[in-house]
């Protein structure tokens, strides 16, 4: 193949008398009128997707320059400093936290307790009792504009129980080990 | 301006460009460009729709898997269609050389060995495939287009119905220049003769 020379693209190479400079049509508009209307044809449906399953794509530039910064660190041995000084810089919040948790250790065992204890069993009984209350408004497409007792009750434990599992779910992951 | 804006308005060479660094988008997009003429040209070269499938899936995953070996200084359309033609045409020499001969079997001596080896023209029943094809390449200017001489057929397909130069016909086929001036030429005179009265 020969190379595209910028400097002639666009422009005549060829003296007015040469053939390469006419179109398809001006060479034989009968003959081109013929070709020029035949279709393209379409490979079958996800052709796309069975070639490019084959392809070997390389990685994003931005992957292969973290690949390459990281074998240079490496081999440099600068990768340890950098080690060093993410894990002295990661102690520092660590330590912060330790020490916010050492000085009011009481007062979040407290709040917790209250948060399983009190908090969340009234927020649920107080959801299904809203509920019961406001049903006309909330009710549903199709369903009774009152809420019978044996209904609303049902509805309540079924709020209490949801929550319920929440909340015990949410106490055995949450509460620190001196609660326990 | 979107990022697949972009990708439709550019170069080929910009679109080898991002696909060489990893852009997917970049991939599709040539694919997009570039299967609906190859697969074109390679159908009407070799007639049989599965096979040109295959031989189009080997042409873009040759050349897209060999991007890295691409030298932006050449058209890439010229890269492209020059591994399909040849696919077309090497598919075309194997196809001639698998050839069975009607008569039966070149080692085949006795009536009934001949019998055997024969091939049987009419017991083949038409696929839909085959009714496709017929249906695709039966008008009268596919059929004369068929009957050419491959060669012909490159030259005057890439002429006229991908509107290439003859300089590129030239570097994509690896003739000189004169050569494909008269494959041209002369493809013209056989489809005026096939076409006659059909002409105007």
Redesign the interface.
Same mark, same amino acid.
């Given at each position: 193949?020969?190379?595209?020379d910028p400097e002639t693209v666009g422009k005549n190479e060829m003296n007015e008398h040469d053939?390469?400079l006419l179109t398809?049509a001006d060479?034989?508009p009968?003959?081109?009128r013929?070709?020029?209307a035949?279709?393209? /044809?379409?490979?079958?449906t996800l #052709?796309?997707d069975?070639?490019?399953s084959?392809?070997?794509?390389?990685?994003?530039?931005w992957?292969?320059n973290v690949r390459a910064v990281g074998r240079e660190w490496t081999d440099t041995g600068r990768i340890w400093l950098v080690l060093g000084a993410l894990a002295l810089g990661s102690l520092i919040p660590a330590a912060v936290g330790a020490s916010l948790v050492g000085a009011f250790a009481s007062e979040i065992a407290a709040g917790i307790e209250w948060l399983f204890d009190v908090g969340l069993p009234t927020a649920a009984a107080g959801m299904a009792n809203e509920l019961a209350v406001r049903w006309s408004e909330v009710a549903p497409h199709g369903a009774p504009d009152r809420l019978t007792t044996p209904q609303a009750a049902s509805l309540a434990a079924g709020c209490v129980t949801l929550l319920a599992s929440c909340t015990l779910g949410l106490r055995a992951t949450m509460r620190p080990g001196g609660v326990r | 301006m979107t990022f697949s804006a972009a990708l439709a308005s550019a170069t080929d060479q910009e679109v080898v460009a991002w696909?060489?660094?990893?852009?997917?988008a970049a991939?599709?997009e040539l694919?997009?460009r570039y299967?609906?003429?190859v /697969? +074109?040209l390679i159908?009407r070269m070799v007639r049989d729709r599965e096979l +040109?499938?295959d031989l189009?899936?080997e042409t /873009?995953?040759k050349v897209?898997?060999a991007l890295?070996r691409y030298?932006p200084? #050449?058209?890439f359309s +010229?890269?492209i269609f020059?591994i399909a033609n040849n696919a077309a045409i090497d598919q075309l020499r194997r196809r001639e050389l698998d050839t069975l001969s009607l008569d039966g079997g070149p080692d085949a001596t006795t009536p009934d060995r001949i019998g055997a080896t024969s091939l049987q023209v009419g017991d083949v029943a038409e696929s839909p495939l085959d009714e496709l094809e017929a249906r695709?390449l039966g008008s009268a200017?596919?059929r004369a287009i068929g009957h050419l001489r491959p060669e012909y057929r490159a030259c005057?397909?890439m002429?006229?119905?991908e509107?290439r130069?003859?300089?590129e016909i030239s570097?994509?086929l690896d003739l000189p220049?004169g050569t494909v001036?008269t494959y041209i030429h002369r493809a013209?005179a056989e489809?005026?003769e096939a076409?006659g009265p059909l002409?105007?």
């Open positions: 193949m020969k190379p595209v053939e390469t398809p060479e034989d009968v003959i081109h013929h070709l020029a035949l279709p393209a /044809f379409t490979p079958a #052709f796309e069975r070639v490019l084959r392809v070997w794509m390389p990685d994003p530039e992957a292969r | 696909a060489r660094d990893g852009v997917e991939y599709r694919l997009r299967e609906r003429p /697969f +074109s159908y +040109s499938e189009t899936q /873009f995953v897209l898997n890295d030298r200084e #050449f058209k +010229s890269w020059k695709e200017i596919e005057i397909i002429r006229h119905v509107g130069a003859y300089d570097d994509i220049l001036k013209r489809l005026r076409l002409r105007e």
